[in-house]
Nanobody, 127 residues
Framework: QVQLVESGGGSVQAGGTLRLSCVASGVTTKTSCVGWFRQAPGKEREGVASIYWGDGFTNYADSVKGRFTISQDNAKNTVYLQIDSLKPEDTAMYYC????????????????????WGQGTQVTVSS
């Protein structure tokens, strides 16, 4: 059974760092993709990063390159999203997502391609 459980969100000041965690049960096979989307109030969901479990290949949205780092811990079935130099515009609900049985991670531009979603963890950045 697939289960994605996020944690690590919180309220931080601009310039700070957060590391979000996603414990991904039932999805950590070599042909799985795990990623992160975010949604700010009044805005559409935005894909920010993905990682292909089999080879660790990562992909990032242009808007977050250089500040966001996605990584995996195979032993813990966990995917992390580290966010450096936080900005107020990073304020959003962050969701862990997954897609199974793929040869590579789907585009971050299409949230519907990710069939599994966690409940989300809130990140609030104050200036």
């Amino acid at each position: 059974q697939v289960q994605l459980v996020e944690s690590g969100g919180g309220s931080v000041q601009a310039g700070g760092t957060l590391r979000l965690s996603c414990v991904a049960s039932g999805v950590t096979t070599k042909t799985s993709c795990v990623g992160w989307f975010r949604q700010a109030p009044g805005k559409e969901r935005e894909g920010v990063a993905s990682i292909y479990w089999g080879d660790g290949f990562t992909n990032y949205a242009d808007s977050v390159k250089g500040r966001f780092t996605i990584s995996q811990d195979n032993a813990k079935n966990t995917v992390y999203l580290q966010i450096d130099s936080l900005k107020p515009e990073d304020t959003a609900m962050y969701y862990c997502v997954a897609r199974l049985h793929v040869a590579g991670c789907p585009s971050l531009n299409f949230p519907a391609l990710y069939g599994y979603w966690g409940q989300g963890t809130q990140v609030t950045v104050s200036s």
